[in-house]
């Protein structure tokens, strides 16, 4: 498939598991990356893409890559509540 060597010798070697898309202007990278240490999370994520990020593969797969290296390098991240803002005039 079009990421068999895509990662290689990234942190989502061997962790990623992904299916690619597009349409006219339109690409997307939709899949999950195993946790790097045992007891991790699995990371899920979809992104789409249009416009010159679709069209223009230097800068849509560099925006994908940049994504999907956050994910694999950062598997362990807080728990999603602690990411999301709160509303304003609530305590944290």
């Known amino acids: 498939g079009s990421l068999r060597n895509r990662f290689v010798g990234t942190a ?5 598991k992904a299916k690619t898309g597009s349409l006219n202007a339109v690409s997307s990278l939709s899949g999950y ?5 045992e007891g991790g999370e699995v990371v899920r994520f ?10 223009d593969p230097a800068v849509g797969y560099g925006i994908q890559d940049r994504l999907v290296d ?3 390098r950062h598997p362990d991240r807080p728990a ?12 944290g």
Do not use: C, F, I, K
């Open 12 to 16: 989502a070697e061997g962790r990623l």
């Open 33 to 37: 990356v195993e946790p790097a240490s």
């Open 46 to 55: 979809s992104l789409v893409q249009n416009y010159e990020a679709a069209t």
């Open 70 to 72: 956050v994910l694999a």
């Open 80 to 91: 999603l509540d602690e990411e999301l803002p709160r509303p304003v005039g609530t305590a």
